[in-house]
C-alpha cells in the first residue's frame, strides 16, 4: 500500500510502527453550527478509509476530536444567551445523527477539548521549560524560532512568511510567526486557572494534547482538509516534536476543497450547503457516490448537475442488483474461484495506491456491465458476492430508499383495496403478489390493511 504524504510531497509505502495496527488522528468540527457537505467530505473519506485499513486486515485506533470552545463558539452562544458548553453539547450530538445518516462509523475515540485541558496544560508546562514556550502577561506563545524545520509540512520558508502580509501582527509576540497556546481570558468568556493566569487553550495545541493523550508520542497518521495544512497541522506538528524530540506523524493526507463556483465552501464566505440539507435533497447513497467518485486529494465542484450526475450513476448500480436480488435471492455466498480472486486483486490494486476510489468505481461499474450482459448466473452470484464484500468500505445501501418506498406501498395499499371494493380480486391479488415478490407482507384485518416490511 502506498500513501501520498504530504510531508515528503510524494506516495510512500505504507508501513505502520506497530505490525497489524493503525494509529490514525483526524481533524473534527468545530462545533458551533451544523455540518455543511465541504465538513462532510474529510469525515466520509477517512471513515472509507479507515474501512479499507480495516478491510485489509489492520486494527486501527481512530480518533476525531470535537474543538468545543472556540472564539467562534463563544460569540454564536453570546448571541443565542445560553453557554458555551449548551452550545456545543447541541451541535455534537447534531453532528452524530448527520454522520451516522452519511454511514459514517463511529470513531474509537471522540475527545472533546474541554475534557483535556489538564492535559494541555501539562503539555504547556513542558514545552516552556524546555524553552520551546514564553510568557507575555497571560498568554503563551511558541517559540517558532526555536524549532528549525518549521515550514516543512506545508513547503514553506518562514522568511518568507515573515515578509508576507498575512502574518498575523501581535506586539506581544517575539515573533510574528510565533502561535498561541494559551489565551489569557476577557471578561466574560469561559476560563480556567492556569500556571500563566485565568484563561483557555489556544486552538492548536488541543489536537496535539489529544491525539498524544490516545495515540502515544508518535503515530501513524494524521489526516483532514488541506485547508488545515498551515497553520494547524504546521503548529501541530512543531509543538508535538519539540515535546518529545522525535518524529510524531509517519504520514499526513489531506483531501481537497469543495468549491462552489471556484470558490471554497466555507461558513465565513456564506456558500454552505448542509449535510442535513444535502442528505434531506439527495440522500446517503447519492452523496457518497459524488465524495467517493472523484480522488480525495482533488478538488470538487459542488452543484446541482454534478450531483444529479451522482445520484443517476449510483441508481445504474442500484437497480442493477435489485433485479439481481430479485433473481438469485441474498444468499450469494460463492466458492472463490480464480475470477473472484483476480478481481478483488484488481480493487485492492487501485485503493492501495493512495485511496484511489474513482477506479475502484469504475472497476464496479464493469462488473454491473457485465452482470447485464451475461447468462451466466453462477458469475452473477460471484460479482454480487463482490459487490457485498467492498461496501464495506464503500458505504452504500443497495436497497431502495425506504421513506419513499413506504409512499408506493402507500399507494399500491389504496389502490388494491379499491380493486376490493369493486370486488376486482384477481387485480387485487396481483397487487398483493406483486407487494410480496418485493418483501412486503400484507395483513387484512377488521381494523382495515396492514403491511410491514418482511
Keep these: 500500500m502506498r500513501i501520498y504524504n504530504t510531508l515528503s510531497g510524494q506516495k510512500e509505502e505504507f508501513v505502520p510502527l506497530k505490525p497489524g495496527t493503525v494509529k490514525?488522528?483526524?481533524?473534527?468540527?468545530t462545533v458551533y453550527s451544523f455540518i455543511h457537505i465541504?465538513?462532510?467530505?474529510?469525515?466520509?473519506?477517512?471513515?472509507?478509509?479507515?474501512?479499507?485499513?480495516?478491510?485489509?486486515?489492520?486494527?486501527?485506533?481512530?480518533?476525531?476530536?470535537?474543538?468545543?470552545?472556540?472564539?467562534?463558539?463563544?460569540?454564536?452562544?453570546?448571541?443565542?444567551?445560553?453557554?458555551?458548553?449548551?452550545?456545543?453539547?447541541?451541535?455534537?450530538?447534531?453532528?452524530?445523527?448527520?454522520?451516522?445518516?452519511?454511514?459514517?462509523?463511529?470513531?474509537?475515540?471522540?475527545?472533546?477539548?474541554?475534557?483535556?485541558?489538564?492535559?494541555?496544560?501539562?503539555f504547556i508546562a513542558a514545552l516552556e521549560k524546555k524553552k520551546f514556550a514564553y510568557q507575555r502577561g497571560n498568554d503563551v506563545y511558541f517559540d517558532v524560532s526555536a524549532f528549525p524545520s518549521y515550514g516543512a509540512l506545508s513547503h514553506r520558508n518562514p522568511a518568507d512568511m515573515r515578509a508576507g502580509?498575512?502574518?498575523?501582527?501581535?506586539?506581544?509576540?517575539?515573533?510574528?510567526?510565533?502561535?498561541?497556546?494559551?489565551?489569557?481570558?476577557?471578561?466574560?468568556?469561559?476560563?480556567?486557572?492556569?500556571?500563566?493566569?485565568?484563561?483557555?487553550?489556544?486552538?492548536?495545541?488541543?489536537?496535539?494534547?489529544?491525539?498524544?493523550?490516545?495515540?502515544?508520542?508518535?503515530?501513524?497518521?494524521?489526516?483532514?482538509?488541506n485547508d488545515l495544512i498551515f497553520p494547524h497541522h504546521e503548529d501541530e506538528r512543531a509543538q508535538s516534536?519539540?515535546?518529545?524530540?522525535?518524529?510524531?506523524?509517519?504520514?499526513?493526507?489531506?483531501?481537497?476543497?469543495?468549491?462552489?463556483?471556484?470558490?471554497?465552501?466555507?461558513?465565513?464566505?456564506g456558500n454552505i450547503f448542509s449535510a442535513r440539507e444535502a442528505l434531506k435533497v439527495y440522500g446517503k447513497n447519492t452523496i457518497r457516490m459524488y465524495l467517493l467518485s472523484k480522488h480525495y486529494r482533488s478538488p470538487i465542484e459542488f452543484s446541482p448537475e454534478r450531483m444529479e450526475e451522482a445520484r443517476s450513476a449510483f441508481s445504474r448500480i442500484s437497480r442493477v442488483i435489485n433485479e439481481v436480488d430479485k433473481k438469485i435471492g441474498h444468499d450469494f455466498k460463492v466458492v472463490e474461484d480464480e475470477f473472484v480472486k483476480t478481481q478483488r486483486s484488481k480493487m485492492i490494486e487501485v485503493l492501495d495506491d493512495d485511496f484511489n476510489t474513482p477506479q475502484a468505481l469504475s472497476l464496479i461499474f464493469d462488473l454491473v456491465s457485465e452482470m447485464i450482459s451475461t447468462e451466466d448466473t453462477e458469475k452473477i452470484k460471484k460479482i454480487r458476492f463482490l459487490l457485498d464484500e467492498w461496501n464495506y468500505f464503500l458505504g452504500f445501501d443497495f436497497e431502495p430508499d425506504r421513506k419513499n418506498a413506504d409512499e408506493l406501498v402507500d399507494l399500491a395499499i389504496k389502490l388494491r383495496n379499491d380493486a376490493r371494493m369493486r370486488k376486482d380480486y384477481k387485480q387485487s391479488d396481483e397487487i398483493r403478489k406483486k407487494l410480496e415478490d418485493y418483501g412486503i407482507e400484507v395483513m387484512d384485518s377488521p381494523e382495515g390493511t396492514k403491511w410491514r416490511w418482511k
Design 38 to 122: 465541504g465538513n462532510a467530505r474529510p469525515a466520509v473519506i477517512f471513515d472509507s478509509f479507515r474501512r479499507y485499513l480495516e478491510y485489509r486486515g489492520f486494527s486501527v485506533i481512530y480518533v476525531q476530536n470535537f474543538t468545543d470552545i472556540d472564539d467562534k463558539i463563544i460569540k454564536a452562544a453570546n448571541a443565542e444567551g445560553i453557554s458555551p458548553k449548551t452550545l456545543a453539547d447541541r451541535y455534537i450530538s447534531e453532528y452524530f445523527k448527520d454522520s451516522c445518516a452519511l454511514g459514517i462509523k463511529p470513531a474509537t475515540y471522540h475527545p472533546r477539548t474541554t475534557d483535556f485541558v489538564d492535559n494541555i496544560k501539562e
Design 241 to 269: 516534536e519539540a515535546l518529545t524530540g522525535k518524529k510524531w506523524v509517519s504520514y499526513w493526507m489531506h483531501n481537497g476543497m469543495i468549491s462552489v463556483k471556484d470558490e471554497k465552501m466555507s461558513k465565513s464566505v
Design 24 to 29: 490514525m488522528y483526524v481533524c473534527g468540527p
Design 165 to 225: 502580509s498575512r502574518v498575523e501582527v501581535n506586539e506581544n509576540k517575539d515573533d510574528p510567526l510565533d502561535f498561541v497556546l494559551w489565551k489569557g481570558s476577557k471578561p466574560e468568556e469561559p476560563k480556567w486557572e492556569s500556571p500563566w493566569g485565568e484563561g483557555r487553550p489556544g486552538w492548536h495545541i488541543e489536537c496535539s494534547a489529544m491525539s498524544t493523550t490516545l495515540l502515544g508520542d508518535a503515530f501513524d497518521i494524521h489526516a483532514g482538509g
